[in-house]
T-cell receptor, first 112, second 116 residues
Framework: GEDVEQSLFLSVREGDSSVINCTYT??????LYWYKQEPGAGLQLLTY?????DMKQDQRLTVLLNKKDKHLSLRIADTQTGDSAIYFC????????????FGQGTTLQVKP | NAGVTQTPKFQVLKTGQSMTLQCAQD?????MYWYRQDPGMGLRLIYY???????DKGEVPNGYNVSRLNKREFSLRLESAAPSQTSVYFC???????????????FGPGTRLTVL
């Protein structure tokens, strides 16, 4: 199957940590991505992780990958109001097409 | 470097009208994609072009045609627009179609299309 699932909505207070979760079904996925979409804008690549890694950290962002459970998470430390956006996870697979499979997106609301 | 550009930004059509959405990238990418985004449905792939001279159907190709004009440009055509095609359309490109990090896609700002 090619389903990538995300919860639709998350609300946090400014300064708290946010954790956005994603599950995927295809164990042959090679790379997993997190994209951010601000209102009225296109998708911006945040980070990606290779499937043989467990964790990747980039400043306030931490990506955790549990390959056994096919579970991916994005943790944003010290969440700011500017982090309010829709976050998409996506997977790529060994192929010659470059296609990515996207989740439905998680809307993150950061309250002051 | 402009990245991925799309024109127009907004468009209103009447049912049955036709139009072409333009997309260009200046990153010398091999692969290009057209998506539509509808509320609660994420991104759905309409058509893609893994390399210059090739195009393939994605998840929702009905009602659309595409042209990979050259390496830089990939256009999406609606021959007879329908209200169900009201959506936000995104173009994206990636360096290569190899199943690796070169699959990282870069997106344009989108075209907001309303069909009345």
């Amino acid at each position: 199957g090619e389903d990538v699932e995300q919860s639709l909505f998350l609300s946090v207070r400014e300064g708290d940590s946010s954790v956005i979760n994603c599950t995927y079904t295809d164990s042959s996925s090679t790379y997993l991505y997190w994209y951010k979409q601000e209102p009225g804008a296109g998708l911006q690549l945040l980070t990606y992780i290779f499937s043989n890694m467990d964790m990747k950290q980039d400043q306030r962002l931490t990506v955790l990958l549990n390959k056994k459970d096919k579970h991916l998470s994005l943790r944003i430390a010290d969440t700011q109001t500017g982090d309010s956006a829709i976050y998409f996870c996506a997977e790529s697979k060994p192929s010659n097409t470059g296609k990515l499979i996207f989740g439905q997106g998680t809307t993150l609301q950061v309250k002051p | 470097n402009a990245g991925v550009t799309q024109t127009p930004k907004f468009q209103v059509l009447k049912t049955g009208q036709s139009m072409t959405l333009q997309c260009a990238q200046d990153m010398n990418h091999n692969s290009m994609y057209w998506y539509r985004q509808d509320p609660g449905m994420g991104l759905r792939l309409i058509y893609y072009s893994a390399s210059e001279g090739t195009t393939d159907k994605g998840e929702v190709p009905n009602g659309y045609n595409v042209s990979r004009l050259n390496k830089r440009e990939f256009s999406l055509r609606l021959e007879s627009a329908a209200p169900s095609q009201t959506s936000v359309y995104f173009c994206a490109s990636s360096e290569g179609a190899s199943g690796g990090a070169r699959d990282t896609q870069y997106f344009g700002p989108g075209t907001r299309l309303t069909v009345l």
